[in-house]
């Protein structure tokens, strides 16, 4: 069973970091996909990045590239997402998830993946 648990959250000002962590029961994720999702009031979900487990390959919403890194520590089977530079628009609520999905395809247009966290929210003020 995939459960997830996501902490680091908080508040910070423009310009400032935080780093997520989000802790994966234990589990063979080879296959999956996992990432990083969030939800601001009144928008909807949307995509921040991904990694697909197995092959290693990333990425990025085009909103957080460059400023943003996704990783993964494979022997503590836990996802991190480091947040850099961080704007006030990036002021939402910020979910962890993962789903069986080949090289993570349509992770943009399909954001809702099969398990998902109870979300940690980020609040950056001007």
């Known amino acids: 069973q995939v459960q997830l648990v996501e902490s680091g959250g908080g508040s910070v000002q423009a310009g400032g970091s935080l780093r997520l962590s989000c802790a994966a029961s234990a589990y063979n994720y080879n296959g999956y996909c996992m990432g990083w999702f969030r939800q601001a009031p009144g928008k909807e979900r949307e995509g921040v990045a991904v990694i697909y487990i197995g092959g290693g390959s990333k990425a990025y919403a085009d909103s957080v590239k460059g400023r943003f890194t996704v990783s993964r520590d494979n022997a503590e089977n836990t996802l991190y997402l480091q947040m850099n530079s961080l704007k006030p628009e990036d002021t939402a609520m910020y979910y962890c998830?993962?789903?069986?999905?080949?090289?993570?395809?349509?992770?943009?247009?399909?954001?809702?993946?099969?398990?998902r966290g109870q979300g940690t929210q980020v609040t950056v003020s001007s």
């Open positions: 998830a993962a789903e069986k999905r080949a090289w993570c395809a349509y992770w943009q247009s399909r954001p809702d993946f099969t398990y």
